[in-house]
C-alpha cells in the first residue's frame, strides 16, 4: 500500500440557504472537509453555525445534508483507492513486502498498546525448572527431601493427634468424677461449667496445633522452592552435576519397607466395534484411601517416583473418592504441598464458587424451596495434588449413602451419572489413568452379600464400559488404564468370583493357543 492512498482529501460541501427578507436571495456557503471524517459531523454544525452565524432553524437541515455528504465521499474516496490498488497490482506495481512490513508494524503497535502485558509467571518458571530437575541426577535427592518434609508433617500430626487424646482422657476423667459426685458436692451448674471449660480447651489445643502445622507447611514449602531454583542454576552450568546444596544431601537411602500382600489381577480390553481401542483394566482390593495417601509404606520416598515424573505432562492420574455433600476431605492433608493451593485454599475455593450456581440449579429442583446442601448426589469436585503416591487428580463423588446401600440401583442413579460425568473429564484434561471404587463403597457393611456385589460390580463395568467409549469419541486423550477397587476387606472367593465377571463384559485379548495336529 502507498504512501498517496493513505493521504487524506479535502472535498468541499456547500449549502444555500435563502435570507429572511428575500426567499430568491441565497446565501452559499462552502466549507472544507477531511475526507475521510474522523469527527462527530453534528460538532462540525455546531462549529459552522457559530462560525458563519446560520440561523438555529437551520440547524437540522444542515445536520443531514453534512452527514449525507461526509457519508457518499467517504464511500467515493474508498472505490477510488481500491480501484487504484487493484490497477497496481494488475500492473505489478505494488510493493507487496512493503504493504506486509506495515501491517505487521501496525499490528505490533496495537499489541503493545491495548494487550494484557503478562510474562512468564512465577509459577510457571517453577513448573518448568521441577519438570527438568525430576529428569535429571537430581531426582534422587529431590524425593528423599520431599520424603523427609512429609514425615515432619506426620511426625507432628501424630504428635497433635497424641495431645489431643490425653487431654481428651484428662476431661473425660473429670467429667465423670464430677458425674459420681452429682447431688452430692457436685452442681449441674457446676457440671454445665466444666463441660464449656473443656470444650473451650479443645478448641484452643486444636488451633495451636492447626497454627504450628500451617507455619511448619508454609516453611517447607518456601524452602523447598527456594533450593529448587538453585538447584536448577546449578544443573544448567552443568548437567552432570547433581545438586548438592539439598538440605538433606548427607541423608543416607531409605530402606525399603516389604510389600504387603494383596489381592490384584490386571486384564487387557479391547473396546469398539470397528476402531478398537485398547486398555488396561486392574482389579484390586485396596482402600482407596491408600491410593491418595502420601504416606505409603512399600517404597519411600520412592513410592512417588512415578506421579512426580508425570506431573507436568500430559499422562496425569486420577482417582475417585466417594464423599458426602460438604467440601471436605481430610484425609488428603498429610504432607505439604508444594506445586497446588494447599486443600483447605482449594477447597474454601470450590465451596464459594460452587454456592450460588448450586443453590440456583437445587432452588428449581425443588420449586424454590431451599435446599439444605448446595452440593447433590452426583455432583463432582475436584482437587489437585502433587503429594500423593497414585494420583494427581482426585475427583469427590458426592454420594447418599442410604441410597447406595441398596442394591437395586439403576444407570440412572446420580452416582453413575457423576461417574460417566468424571470419565468425560479425565478425558478432556489428560488423566489417563483413574482409579475408580467398584462398588461405589469403600468399606464391606453387612448388607453387602456376594450376590449384592455381583450385581452392583456387573453394573458400575457395564456402565464405565459405556462411558470411556463415549468420552474417547469426544477428543481428548486416552484412558489407558483403568483400576477398580474393591474393599481391602473382600474375601478371596468373592474376589475370584469378580475377576471371572470382567471377561464376560469386555473383549479380553489373550494369546492365540495352537493344538498340535496328530501325527
Known amino acids: 500500500m502507498t504512501s498517496e492512498t493513505l493521504q487524506n482529501t479535502s472535498k468541499t460541501f456547500e449549502f444555500s440557504f435563502p435570507t429572511c427578507t428575500n426567499e ?38 444542515l445536520n443531514e445534508k453534512l452527514a449525507e455528504f461526509v457519508s457518499e465521499e467517504t464511500k467515493n474516496f474508498h472505490n477510488e483507492r481500491d480501484a487504484k490498488l487493484i490497477d497496481q497490482f494488475k500492473n505489478n506495481e505494488l510493493d507487496v513486502e512493503s504493504v506486509i512490513k ?32 525430576v529428569h535429571s541426577p537430581a531426582l534422587e535427592t529431590i524425593m528423599q527431601v520431599e520424603s523427609s518434609y512429609a514425615k515432619t508433617v506426620m511426625n507432628m500430626l501424630k504428635n497433635r493427634d ?30 454445665n461449667a466444666l463441660a464449656a471449660q473443656h470444650f473451650e480447651q479443645q478448641s484452643l489445643a486444636a488451633g495451636r496445633w492447626d497454627s504450628q502445622l500451617d507455619a511448619l507447611r508454609h516453611t517447607q514449602r518456601a524452602t523447598h522452592r527456594a533450593w529448587l531454583m538453585t538447584a536448577i542454576n546449578e544443573y544448567q552450568t552443568d548437567e552432570r552435576v547433581t545438586p548438592s546444596t539439598s538440605p538433606l544431601s548427607a541423608l543416607p537411602p531409605e530402606p525399603l519397607a516389604p510389600l504387603a500382600p494383596r489381592l490384584e489381577e ?46 507436568y505432562s500430559s499422562e496425569l492420574s486420577g482417582a475417585v473418592l466417594c464423599a458426602d455433600a460438604r467440601v471436605r476431605s481430610p484425609q488428603l492433608r498429610a504432607a505439604t504441598e508444594h506445586h497446588f493451593a494447599d486443600l483447605d485454599a482449594q477447597l474454601r475455593r470450590i465451596a464459594d464458587a460452587v454456592e450460588e450456581p448450586a443453590a440456583r440449579r437445587n432452588a428449581q429442583r425443588e420449586g424454590g424451596a431451599r435446599a439444605r446442601r448446595a452440593l447433590q448426589p ?27 446401600k441398596s442394591g437395586d440401583i439403576t444407570s440412572r442413579h446420580p452416582a453413575i451419572l457423576g461417574l460417566r460425568n468424571i470419565l468425560k473429564a479425565a478425558c478432556c484434561n489428560d488423566v489417563t489413568s483413574i482409579a475408580i471404587p467398584l462398588l461405589l463403597r469403600h468399606e464391606l457393611t453387612e448388607e453387602m452379600t456376594a450376590a449384592w456385589c455381583m450385581r452392583r460390580a456387573e453394573l458400575v463395568l457395564k456402565c464405565v464400559k459405556g462411558f470411556v467409549l463415549e468420552a474417547s469419541g469426544g477428543g481428548g486423550a486416552a484412558l489407558r488404564t483403568l483400576t477398580a477397587a474393591l474393599p481391602a476387606a473382600i474375601s478371596p472367593a468373592l474376589f475370584a468370583a ?10 479380553v485379548s489373550g494369546p492365540v493357543r495352537a493344538r498340535p495336529q496328530p501325527a
Not at 102 to 128: H, I, M
Not at 166 to 185: A, D, H, I, P, Y
Open 24 to 61: 430568491e436571495l441565497l446565501y452559499k456557503l462552502e466549507v472544507p472537509v477531511q475526507i475521510p471524517y474522523d469527527g462527530s459531523t453534528r460538532e462540525l454544525v455546531q462549529r459552522v453555525l457559530k462560525m458563519f452565524h446560520i440561523p438555529v432553524y437551520l440547524e437540522d437541515e
Open 102 to 133: 506495515n501491517w505487521e508494524k501496525q499490528f505490533k503497535e496495537n499489541v503493545v498498546d491495548f494487550a494484557e502485558q503478562k510474562g512468564t509467571s512465577d509459577e510457571e518458571v517453577f513448573a518448568a525448572a521441577y519438570h527438568k530437575l
Open 162 to 191: 497424641e495431645d489431643i487424646q490425653k487431654l481428651t482422657q484428662k476431661q473425660t476423667e473429670e467429667m465423670e468424677e464430677k458425674m459420681r459426685l452429682l447431688n452430692v458436692s457436685t452442681t449441674e451448674e457446676e457440671i
Open 266 to 311: 490386571s486384564f487387557t480390553i479391547h473396546l469398539g466395534s470397528q476402531l478398537k481401542q485398547t486398555h488396561n483394566i486392574r482389579l484390586v482390593a485396596v482402600d482407596m484411601l491408600d491410593l491418595c495417601s502420601g504416606d505409603r509404606a512399600d517404597g519411600g520416598a520412592w513410592s512417588r517416583v512415578q506421579p512426580a515424573l508425570a506431573l
Open 378 to 404: 452426583g455432583d463432582v469436585f475436584v482437587t489437585r495434588h502433587s503429594n500423593l503416591a497414585d494420583a494427581h487428580v482426585v475427583f469427590h463423588l458426592v454420594v447418599d449413602d442410604d441410597s447406595l
Open 498 to 507: 469378580l475377576g471371572a465377571l470382567l471377561p464376560t463384559i469386555f473383549r
